[in-house]
């Protein structure tokens, strides 16, 4: 009888360490398990952030994967919340941006079939500073970034240089 509970003992302690082995091997298989670097990366299973209607982040785990298709396609799925975050204050200078152009604006927009001036900014990498150009007759954005005068340009500039480096992706 006292080898039956010896050899029971002994059953334990090995399924014990076994137990300990399976646990440490499972760690350092998730460890190396290669992480998604973007969210075309992502598949069922794998969490996701995304912007709700309200401008709040939520998380999710990916079951329908048409589902989260629709929202990554939309520009509606990060990684991380704090690229959600960064994504909210983004598409927030946007609009806020894109108000003034057209307070600034007043009804004027590009004609590109003349050879006027069509003012923008731009960010130099090297230090991180707006600056304002032109174009004539090249268009390099929609048409509702461009401003009628150089004056114009550099009002926006004073008036929302912050949010033109949100929007840049400069980090504050």
Not at 52 to 65: L, P, V
Not at 112 to 129: C, E, M, Q, V
């Amino acid at each position: 009888m006292s080898k039956i509970k010896n050899e029971i003992a002994q059953a334990r302690r090995d399924i014990a360490l076994a137990e300990e082995r399976l646990e440490k091997l499972e760690k350092e298989l998730e460890e190396k398990k290669e992480k998604p670097q973007t969210v075309w990366d992502l598949s069922v299973w794998d969490t996701y952030y995304c912007i709700d209607m309200d401008g709040d982040i939520s998380s999710h785990i990916i079951t329908d994967y048409q589902s989260f298709v629709w929202k990554r396609d939309q520009g509606n799925a990060f990684l991380t919340e704090a690229e959600a975050l960064k994504e909210v204050d983004r598409r927030a200078a946007k609009t806020r941006i894109l108000r003034r152009i057209s307070e600034l604006n007043d009804g004027w927009v590009p004609d590109w079939g003349n050879n006027n001036s069509k003012w923008f900014i731009y960010l130099g990498r090297r230090p991180n500073i707006l600056y304002i150009t032109y174009q004539v007759s090249v268009q390099c954005h929609s048409d509702a970034w461009y401003l009628r005068s150089q004056e114009d340009a550099e009002l926006l500039i004073s008036e929302m240089g912050d949010d033109l480096k949100t929007l840049f992706g400069v980090e504050s």
